[in-house]
């Protein structure tokens, strides 16, 4: 049993378990907030029903991303010494700023946000939402800009083998670090969008009609349909940053062999590495050549031009096709959504069906462009400086596997229980409607002082 395989795997699957749980929270903060300054500017308690409804699920994920993120952390010392061997002086103060700006804010405020409703004042419970919702944001800026260095390292110099700051501004806006981080936090927008619209499909199913689930529906399904857009825009320039400071990935996302232009863009193909070809192939003319380079004639690298010096094809290849494909049928269901919620103001039951199961598609086009992203660094753990192979630390094989499995099991579990979870808030919101009182307040008048009061 290969040590280097199977801590690849580990981290991989610690990394994508983890990834789940930071995805919903960082945008699922500013939709909390919009729910409360909505219900500050109406008084109307069908706001603070969605609120309190997905503020629960805001703290589950949140005590997920924790205790994954720690398990996450520890692999640095037991499994990839030679990494912070290597890059710690730079690595270790980016996540030290994330726990120290970030961190602290979301476990600070949060209870607040759960547990002091009526218990502070309706300014303080505001505050208390607006902090946590930056605390997320800033987390996900310094975690990207981590990972956006070890893509496009800069601002460092090598020191008796060791890396060294020299200019911290070029470490944190590394030429990658601005599309990155656009394109993590829109994920992250749609991951949250329809996940609340689609467990408000499953409220609307069931029966709800009441006010707070029409308007948990309507922000989730409008919020999707100006996001996608938005996130194509931003994923064409992310690609042509790519294709800019990393070139051998792009040639690994288009199964791209040979350098040259008017390139196909290939839709579906079974890349053979040791054949250096395709099977199966069906493309468009000079496809790749247009998204690219925006003309046909443009030119395209291939990975003959990377010798023993690109990533694995076939996984890259159709990571980033899940990831579009995922994006695509985005598009299709929240217009799709969009345009009965305003014309109609209803729901047919077949998109409601689907818009059940699309509640997890955030996750898949997340997971699949973290793939694309990660797996296409390779064989570099940071590039040009580090390699994957030269980090991992002396542990046998067999402990590797022990723990790999035992996390697989527990994380699954862990999978299943969060899940079912979330089903259950969504069938007792379902059941409740908007008979139940808010927090705080027992058989009492709905209603609560407007902001300033």
């Known amino acids: 049993m290969d040590p280097l395989i199977l801590s690849r795997m580990q981290f991989g699957a610690n990394i994508s378990f983890h990834i789940l749980f930071p995805t919903i929270t960082i945008a699922l903060g500013w939709v909390l907030l919009f ?93 208390a939402t607006v902090l946590v919702a930056g605390g997320t944001t800033l987390s996900a800026f310094w975690i990207i800009a981590l990972n956006s260095w070890m893509q496009t390292p800069a601002g460092f110099e090598i020191r008796d083998g060791v890396a060294h700051a020299v200019d911290w501004w070029a470490i944190v806006f590394n030429p990658s670090m601005p599309y990155r981080l656009v394109h993590m936090l829109l994920a992250s927008g749609l991951t949250v969008s329809f996940l609340i619209a689609g467990l408000s499909a499953l409220r609307y199913l069931n029966g709800d009609r009441s006010e707070s689930m029409w308007k948990a529906l309507r922000t989730g399904v409008f919020t999707a349909a100006i996001l996608i857009p938005i996130q194509i825009l931003a994923g064409d320039q992310h690609g042509l940053n790519t294709l800019e400071h990393q070139p051998q990935k792009i040639a690994a996302m288009e199964a791209n062999w040979n350098t040259g232009p008017n390139v196909p863009l290939v839709l579906f193909a079974l890349p053979q590495e040791a054949a250096r070809e395709n099977r199966f192939e069906i493309a468009i003319p000079d496809g790749a050549s247009l998204i690219l380079r925006h003309s046909t004639s443009g030119v395209v690298p291939g990975l003959n031009d990377f010798p023993g010096n690109h990533p694995p094809v076939f996984p890259i290849f159709w990571s980033f096709r899940i990831m579009v494909g995922t994006g695509l049928l985005m598009l299709a269901v929240s217009w799709s959504a969009a ?115």
Do not use: C
């Not at 629960?56 to 037991?78: C, D, E, N, P, R």
């Not at 103060?93 to 979301?106: G, Q």
């Not at 705080?440 to 902001?451: D, E, H, I, K, T």
């Open 339 to 453: 345009f009965f919620l305003k014309r109609r103001h209803s729901l047919p039951k077949p998109l409601a069906l689907l818009m059940v199961p699309m509640a997890l598609s955030g996750w898949l086009a997340t997971l699949a462009g973290w793939y694309t992203t990660e797996i296409g660094r390779q064989p570099w753990l940071v590039t040009g400086v580090l390699k994957t192979a030269d980090a991992v630390g002396p542990v046998a094989g067999s402990h590797v596997a022990l723990t790999l499995a035992i996390y697989l099991i527990l994380y699954v579990l862990l999978l299943i229980a969060y899940l079912g979870v979330l089903v259950h808030l969504a069938l007792k919101a379902a059941k409740d409607g908007d008979s139940s009182p808010l927090p705080g307040v027992l058989n009492a008048p709905m209603s609560q002082p407007a902001a300033g009061e």
């Open 35 to 127: 729910f409360k300054l909505r219900y500050n500017a109406t008084n109307d308690s069908a706001w603070m029903r969605a609120y309190f409804t997905w503020v629960k699920v805001f703290a589950l994920s949140f005590a997920m991303g924790v205790v994954s993120g720690v398990t996450m952390s520890f692999q640095f010392g037991t499994n990839w010494p030679g990494y912070m061997g290597k890059v710690g002086n730079i690595a270790g103060p980016l996540l030290a700023y994330e726990i120290l700006t970030a961190f602290f804010l979301e476990a600070a405020f949060l209870g607040i946000m759960l547990f002091g409703f009526r218990r502070v004042s309706n300014r303080i419970h505001t505050l």
